[in-house]
């Protein structure tokens, strides 16, 4: 594996392949954390070496005790700093000195303190790094990677699995490892990543997407360093291909980003671009905590699920509405079966067991829990259009669990032949009954055979509802175009600064990058405006040029389908009369005539800036009531074609931007070239935000008719 | 109690106090659910007297065996009937025939089943209740009400409590008990409605809003009886103010709603209007299964919470970012705790720890476990504006639980001290826990002080949620104009019905009823229309009428802001080219012309039919792109202005119906005068239903601009 490594990669390797750890902050005190976690990697079976640094010589449980960083020896991968913060700058830079790769500072105090603490954090990070060493943390609750018997949380026996979990919190992931006992998986990795000084998120999803020992990558995420947006998106983009990724993303409101803030010291960007962003990598993200682990359960378990067509096979009429309800409301379809499968059913359930998909067997299982499988075969059998399964029922405790004498199967044995259902056809097969995480025989044998089972209905909709969205992140092709570069170099334009920049100016600075208007004139008078509105041609649109005035119609400011010069003259007068009445005099810098387009759908595209992505597209419902309709979506940037259609799938209107009454669909490239010309015109002037609003669809074009620029002081 | 009942109520006594039960279709075979269910009814300790009515005589277990109805003795309360569908009508009503007064029909075989069977349940209802006997059912998986000791669902070991469950399944039913044991609850009383053939869910609703026994009603419904509606509204807006409701609907979708009519006949108004009628009466309604009883359980033991504001208090990190966004997407709000109180926490807390609201006390909690009710009281002393608190962390099972040595707390004794903090402010307090479900004294402490605990924050934060809906549904002035009456008597009018029903035709039926639509003249020429153009006044608006015609822009058939004679002229010559060539000629049947009154805010306002409730009002936004945004909202007839005002707050759109740049806010009391109109509309003509859209906002008035009427034939 080394060779493939890159630099950065390689001081990650020393911290999950350690040969040789020291813990930095060590004494014998046993009540203290840095004896108890020292036990603790001695109890998770670490074979490497361990050098202890600290106030003493001497020796403990076995390991070497240094009292000073010059006396420890050559060849030591990785320091665990629990000094504490105000000390760590005085001892750590002179365990790096000892040519030590990697180091983990547990120590709270830093950046997510106060200013103070930034500063010192920034300075450990500066001495560390010229010393040749990578820091995870500060404040960071400990790591673990337990293929090779380390353990530095602490927490004992968590158990041991197939995923890798990398986390902003430490309480998170305990929560997390407790969870995983109930449905019997459990964790190669775990990374606590503090307030990522050095070594970012997305470093480790590098690093474990080549680790063998990890099949599925599971985030705790409350934000990322500014600026590193586009390079998570490149390491998810390529990773998500080989293992799923699933993340939940902490401080999604207000509230949430305050608290983020004190407690990882998290560089918050909006939460609805970290969805677009997880979106257009290949991260499937969980609303709820209590997802995280689950999810990450069945992506491990289960082959992806090819479409949308689900399949219900249980016993009990509740459960089967609402089972259906679950997997509809999370996206997928639970068509009526075809009648020769009713047919079949219909040769072996009571007449008045549904049939039609659902299909209940109404009870009977108890004797042969091996009837969900012949059932669900079934399905496969005469009517083999469907993508994936749940089975749900009293499975396991109905009556307290005990088979009747009778039985033809107990429920561990029906284990393995449900879970041939899914290996045989390859098509995803959740078991949902109330008992799911009662820790029982009868649950571990459908886990074994590769069935995940919940407890709730609405996770295992939720579940099949992630098989697809992994299949779709599969199956779709490679968005090349997609590469997501930081900001270009960019030169100011003072002329563009300040708070009056008004529509003629943003028109005539914004046609400089190839963005389309209608045909416009500036003038000073309304006899001006007459003349030019005859060369425009008829009819135009006049308006009021307002430096700082938002909404112009607001103040009579706009007037359309003026269809002669003397509908032109006399809405001149009318309209200085307006404004002057509601803003004073001396307000008006003239006028802006222009064509006019009439009534078309219209689009809101901007640009902005963003602290995690360097800038963000928008694209949404345009016009008057944009704001009050408040329907937009972000899209990354650069913009293509396959990355705009997927922005506008998630549009509460997005069927008006398809073909719509007469008028074709909107061309997702059209809209990308005006928003990747956006984010130069922002770039090349330092510009906060272009909002274009509205962009009329005029046939196959896109016109914009109004545009806004926002600024910030150049310091 | 009996005093207060009326007729159907006192059959429902007989249901739940019966002093003499019979068994219909009894077998002394103890593998069969008959036995099985008489056992389990003598597990529970019933005091009452028991008859069997079967094929033998004799005695079973201390009861008297009957082989014939005509031989069953007198004074039965109740009969529960485990016959086979098809031999229930030989027996029943000569069960009823012998003076009992209630029957619990388990039996499936009905109307869920087929038509024959539908027809077969109506007989069957009709036979008892000629008999003097009401019924439970059938398709109903039992009863259960445990302060009498009675239980007829053949399952042991339920545990007893406030809840009154009423569920339209019986494995929703089992689930729920099975949960309830994990968080120390229990219920009153059980009931399966089935497919309410003769008693609908709102009788017992009544029945156990007055009941003493019961202090909060869970539903698990499908669907009602086509009409029931306006009955159901009026039986929950009483009890609701006496006793919290809460419910989830099963069959919320298409594919739900099917499998819900399989199971037990429901018959399915859409899942809206069922959400609009909840929201209309009280009833708290939550969105998965899992969900219902913790709902149920935090109604009961907290009070109601006064506001949004939420101060969270816990220990950890990253659960303090997760509660803060799961408490602020539940819609409530974790607003920055004051200086004052902050300085306070800086006097007992680490500089480290987050103080800003949350407030992490990082740990310490074990030696004493109280500091969450210090630290939440400090809250209440130095910034006391706060309606409710979330405690979270690792509380109970950090490290296996066991307090250390110097512990002044255990977590037992602790339970009541923050239990205190509750009861003490009138507050609610809710705990969360990742381990909260396991069975341990910890959590039976805190339950019992008043707290519930939660193993997920999510759950918490939609338990505040609820608490908080409770309290404006208390709070709000009761709605006296909003009583629900069936639709009224009507005539049909010939004229309307048919496919072809034009907009003039519609205006002038529902200008007829008070609607205001703009000045308006039919014509049949261009010339014609030219000439009324005068008389109504520039600019005008030219419509072709074209029956049968959705959407006459589309076809070139609308033409605005005609500001002379001959624009109109010329606009009918060009618009009959463009309609003739979309759909051949000799579908024109002349013009409308009409005030054309400009750019403003456009809503949608219709009444349509509903199986459930008679009629319904919709709102929502309108004009062209109405079904594109698609942002409706329901609002139940009579409109009253509150109960419009409800239904704008639901709309995405909200704020364009408030004050709206420049614009006045639009008057609730407008809108339900236009919806009271409609509604006497749709029922004078036993129409379908009748859509204006768009209904334009001049200044205070509304103006219908278009109207739509759907008919059905008239059989």
């Known amino acids: 594996m080394e ?47 361990i050098s202890l640094l600290g106030r003493e010589r001497g020796q403990f449980q076995g390991c070497e005790m240094y009292d000073s960083a010059a006396a420890l020896p050559e060849g030591i991968d990785l320091a665990f700093n629990m000094v504490a913060a105000g000390k760590t700058l005085d001892i750590l830079p002179q365990v790096a000195a000892r040519g030590v790769p990697a180091a983990v500072i547990f120590t709270s105090g830093f950046a997510e303190m106060d200013p103070s603490g930034a500063d010192l954090q920034r300075k450990l990070v500066e001495a560390c790094n010229a010393n040749g060493m990578r820091v995870v943390g500060p404040n960071c609750p400990g790591y673990f990677y337990l293929p090779n018997g380390i353990n530095l949380t602490g927490i004992p026996d968590i158990p041991q699995g197939p995923i890798g979990l990398i986390s902003q919190s430490g309480n998170v992931g305990i929560t997390l490892w407790d969870q995983a006992k109930t449905i019997d998986i459990g964790f190669s990795a775990f990374v606590g990543v503090g307030n990522q000084a050095d070594i970012p998120i997305h470093d480790h999803i590098e690093y474990l997407g080549q680790d063998d020992n990890t099949k599925v990558i599971a985030l705790y995420l409350e934000g990322l360093p500014d600026g590193h947006g586009p390079r998570f998106v490149s390491v998810c983009r390529d990773v998500s291909r080989r293992k799923p990724i699933v993340a939940l993303k902490g401080g999604r409101t207000v509230g949430g980003m305050r608290a983020a803030q004190s407690h990882t010291a998290a560089m918050s960007s909006a939460s609805k671009v970290y969805s677009a962003l997880f979106k257009d990598c290949g991260v499937i993200e969980v609303a709820h905590l209590e997802h995280l682990l689950p999810i990450a359960e069945v992506l491990y378990r289960c082959p992806p699920m090819k479409g949308r067509r689900v399949a219900i096979v249980g016993s009990g009429g509740g459960h089967s509405t609402v089972s259906t309800d679950e997997v509809e409301l999370a996206g997928l379809t639970v068509p009526e079966f075809n009648s020769e499968l009713q047919a079949e059913y219909g040769k072996r359930l009571p007449s008045y067991a549904p049939k039609r998909n659902p299909v209940d067997m109404t009870g009977g299982f108890t004797k042969d829990p091996t009837r969900f499988a012949q059932m669900t075969e079934l399905v496969l059998a005469h009517d083999p259009n469907f993508d994936g399964f749940i089975n749900y029922g009293l499975y396991g405790f109905y009556r307290n669990g005990k088979p009747p004498a009778d039985a033809v199967h107990t429920y561990e044995s029906a284990g393995p032949v449900i879970g041939h259902v899914q290996a045989r056809s390859g098509l995803p097969v959740i078991f949902y009954t109330p008992y799911a995480y009662r820790r029982d025989p009868a649950y571990s044998a459908l886990r074994n055979a590769g069935i995940p089972c919940y407890p709730n209905i609405h996770l295992a909709a939720l579940g099949l509802a992630a098989l697809y969205e992994r299949n779709q992140l599969l199956t779709k092709a490679a968005d090349t175009d997609a590469k997501v570069d930081g900001p270009a170099e960019t030169s100011a334009n ?53 430096p700082g005035v938002m909404h112009k119609s607001d103040v009579g400011g706009v007037a359309v389908g003026l269809s002669s010069s003397a509908a032109v003259s006399e809405a001149a007068t009318t309209m200085t009369g307006h404004v002057t009445a509601a803003l004073g005099a001396g307000r008006q810098d003239g006028f802006l005539v222009s064509e006019d ?34 329907d937009t979506a972000i899209c990354l940037l650069p913009a293509t074609p396959a990355r705009v259609a997927a922005c506008l799938e998630r549009l509460q209107s997005k069927s008006m931007w398809t073909e719509f009454r ?17 984010d130069r015109a922002l770039a090349a002037d330092r510009l906060t935000a272009i909002e274009c609003n509205p962009v009329m669809i005029v046939g196959g074009d896109l016109i914009a008719v109004d545009a806004a620029i926002e600024t910030t002081e150049v310091a």
């Open 3 to 49: 060779t493939t490594l890159n630099s950065s990669q390689k001081n990650l390797h020393a911290l999950y392949n350690p040969g040789h750890i020291v813990i930095v902050g060590f004494s014998r005190d046993e009540s203290k954390e840095p004896a108890i976690f020292l036990r603790e990697l001695l109890n998770q079976g670490y074979k490497g070496k």
């Open 494 to 546: 003072p002329a563009l600064h300040g708070t009056g920049i008004t529509e003629a100016t943003a028109v005539a600075y914004l046609s400089g990058f190839g963005i389309r208007f209608p045909k416009l004139e500036l003038c000073q008078t309304g006899d001006e405006a007459a003349v030019a509105a005859k060369r425009i041609g008829f009819p135009v649109v006049l308006k009021a040029v307002l």
């Open 597 to 630: 387009l009439g009534k078309r759908r219209e689009l809101f595209v901007g640009v902005r800036k963003d602290s995690l992505m360097g800038a963000i597209g928008l694209v949404g419902f345009g016009g008057v009531y944009a704001e009050a309709v408040n």
């Open 662 to 678: 007469g008028e074709p669909a909107v061309a997702p490239a059209k809209i990308a070239a005006l928003l990747n010309a956006l």
